[in-house]
């Protein structure tokens, strides 16, 4: 299109084009004051992307500085790209197609090999290379069944801390803790600083609870939201929502659960992007207390720079096989990949298997195996021996987990 215009936006346009995000996503109002000055702390220089057509704004792509922890637990740099919108009357012109094109090849450059995100529709992101990486549940427990079984372990200590209190431990400790998985990510203080904007304290109802171990170490947390339906409690209900819950081990995870099922005059406890793994089913007396109300999708990757993302994971015990890449936005990525036990390396070996970039987002993390994508007909197989192989090289001890909004 010849009056469309991608570039990096200037610090003076981060406002309108965060109102012409939030408006995208049907938010009707505009953002407060006070809430602006919290979210512009996640524009970092360089990383947000306006599309002018006609020279009026019209369309826009950011990413938040970050990283992502790999199978084997190594920790890659990683963009974590969020604030897309394009203006309601002026989409499918291809402004997103120039945004993500401008915002993969400024990924390329800066040397971050992987970028990642959440998506609000899960056609929109494969045709730019991008894989559901990761799912979560969301979590419902009645209170009524909500009782732990005393295997369960205790120990420690929960304190509730106010907003202010939570800036200052939440993002040390978060990051000390969030490691061993493979899908964490690091939230930088821009995010911490959006996420903590509604906590009780900064004017808003989350609160915000922290674990000590018994040698008195903080070792987790948990975020939750109250909501009630009624002013009195004869009648009404009250729904706590978990939003963000971390602990360093599952002592620590069992103490925050056992905090917020154990609250006073509470109905349900509802938990969003959950891992899932966790052990809850397990810790209740009455296992069918918790009930899974949702698979969501978690984190959707793009392999930026695929050499770079191979061999930076682990893989598992088996033959190798060599894999064909095909790539038609970042072409330099295209190619055939020998990956076995020992790492992943490009090769001219003839390839076994064949897929898309974005079916390699999907893998890379270890949620899906390749035989599930290869009976789903989106992978091509060329030696039917080589699926079993790429199913152990892939998998992972324990299924990925991002569970940061973003
Ligand atoms: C999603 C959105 C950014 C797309 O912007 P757009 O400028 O209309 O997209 P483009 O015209 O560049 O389309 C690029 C391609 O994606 C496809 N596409 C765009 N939006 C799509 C959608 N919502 N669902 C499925 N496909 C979509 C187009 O058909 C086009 O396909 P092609 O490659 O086969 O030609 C825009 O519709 C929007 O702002 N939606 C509401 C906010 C939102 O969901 N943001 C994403 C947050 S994660």
Redesign the pocket.
């Given at each position: 299109m010849n009056d469309l215009d991608v570039r990096h936006l200037a610090e003076s346009e981060y406002r309108a084009a965060h109102e012409l995000?939030v408006a995208?996503?049907?938010h009707t109002e505009r953002t407060p004051e006070e809430r602006w000055a919290r979210s512009v702390t996640r524009y970092e220089p360089g990383r947000a992307f306006g599309?002018f057509l006609g020279g009026e704004l019209?369309?826009t792509?950011m990413s938040l500085s970050s990283a992502l922890e790999v199978p084997g637990g190594a920790v890659l740099p990683a963009a974590a790209?969020?604030?897309?919108?394009?203006?309601?009357d002026?989409?499918?012109?291809?402004?997103?197609?120039?945004?993500?094109d401008a915002q993969l090849a400024d990924l390329r450059e800066r040397g971050e090999p992987i970028a990642m995100?959440?998506?609000?529709?899960t056609?929109?992101?494969p045709?730019?290379g991008y894989g559901l990486a990761s799912r979560t549940y969301r979590l419902a427990i009645a209170s009524s069944l909500a009782r732990m079984r005393p295997e369960v372990p205790v120990g420690g200590s929960v304190r509730l801390v106010d907003g202010p209190a939570a800036e200052e431990l939440l993002p040390e400790l978060y990051a000390r803790i969030a490691t061993g998985r493979p899908g964490l990510i690091a939230r930088n203080a821009g995010w911490w600083a959006t996420r903590l904007c509604d906590t009780a304290g900064n004017g808003g109802s989350t609160r915000i609870a922290v674990r000590s171990d018994e040698s008195g170490a903080d070792d987790g947390f948990v975020l939750f939201a109250p909501s009630k339906t009624d002013h009195r409690f004869g009648d009404g209900s009250v729904t706590v929502r978990i939003t963000d819950l971390v602990g360093a081990g599952p002592a620590a995870s069992a103490s925050l659960w056992r905090f917020v099922l154990g609250l006073d005059l509470m109905t349900e406890v509802v938990a969003i992007d959950r891992p899932l793994d966790e052990p809850l089913h397990w810790w209740l007396e009455e296992r069918r207390g918790c009930r899974v109300e949702r698979l969501d999708d978690d984190l959707w990757v793009r392999l930026v720079d695929v050499p770079t993302a191979l061999a930076a994971r682990s893989w598992g015990a088996a033959e190798p096989v060599v894999v064909e890449v095909r790539d038609a936005t970042l072409p330099d990525n295209a190619g055939n990949y020998r990956i076995g036990p020992d790492g992943a390396v490009r090769c001219a070996e003839r390839p076994q298997l064949a897929l898309d970039a974005a079916l390699l987002g999907a893998l890379y993390l270890g949620d899906v195996a390749p035989s599930t994508l290869a009976a789903a007909g989106l992978i091509e197989v060329r030696e039917p021996a080589a699926l079993d192989r790429a199913d152990r090289l892939f998998a992972v001890p324990r299924p990925p987990w991002c569970g940061t909004g973003f």
């Open positions: 995000f995208s996503l049907h599309a019209s369309g792509a790209v969020t604030g897309v919108g394009v203006r309601a002026r989409t499918r012109r291809g402004l997103l197609r120039a945004l993500m995100l959440h998506a609000s529709e056609t929109i992101y045709r730019f």
